[in-house]
């Protein structure tokens, strides 16, 4: 495994994705992913699997400290104390005193952010977290957040894949050490077919799987954290640290494209 270093922290570069893992599917998964070395992994009060993820991180060998556990607060929770309670509330499913990152799911239009980020730094200051950060915030909603934040916004986690390549957002959040975490990396399943990946993994022998989560987490300051459930898919997606993409190929990865985004989330979505 690589790290990401951000402030002083160090973040598996490849984590793992539940959302749309739940009941013994995300225990299983989340203890065979971490016997076979994830240290990383990301759930969701949305994605109604923390305490299944909990259990997994118990059942397994792996000591909580060598762990890095992102959970994230669902957007209806607008006031400061609510917030708090409602994280107070993830650590107890995850079966843990803190989570290491904390993140507010998705922006919502009718709430303050300036009164969210205060709940997060409660938080942070009430031991519940060890970082604070955003998800689907733009760059103009993280510039926000930052500004409403005593505590340093440590990440945002967007979707990010090379049809997606969030070239603003990026270029932000490496200026102002903000780790940008790539979620959907695999575009949900849909980067499968896609023929640039299938050519340039072919020189190195890597699937288009493989040549995709290579391409984020090459990045400077970016960690990707992609779903699988197989035990295949889980290793392969460990497998992305014995190669390394030229730079003509990173260029020719990078296809920022609406439609294929689309496109793509759809088919690996419906498998269409
Ligand atoms: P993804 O990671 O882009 O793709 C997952 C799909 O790819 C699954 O169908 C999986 O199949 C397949 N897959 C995984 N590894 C593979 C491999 N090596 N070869 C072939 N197929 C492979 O999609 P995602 O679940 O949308 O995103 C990943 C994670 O990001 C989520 O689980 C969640 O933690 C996070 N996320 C966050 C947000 C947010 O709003 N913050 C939104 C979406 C996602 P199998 O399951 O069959 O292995």
Redesign the pocket.
Known sequence: MEFTDVRGERVPKVGL????LEGEECFRTVRTALELGYRHV???QAYDNERQVGRALAASSVDRDDAFLTT?VWPGYTDREEVVRSAAASCSRLGVESVDLLLI??PNPLASTAEVMAGLNDCRDRGLTRHVGV??FSTSQLRTARAASDAPVFTD?V?F?PFRPQRDLRAYCRAHDVLLTA???????GV?RDDVLREVGVRYDK?P??VALRWAVQQEGVVA??????ET?LR??LDVFDFELSEAEMVRIERPSRLRTGASMLR?RFGV
């Open positions: 994705g539940t959302w749309r990301d759930t969701a994230k799911h998705w998800s689907n986690q979707q894949h979620y959907s990396p695999l575009a949900h399943g499968l699937s799987a493989q954290v992609p779903k699988a459930s197989s898919h392969e997606n690996g």
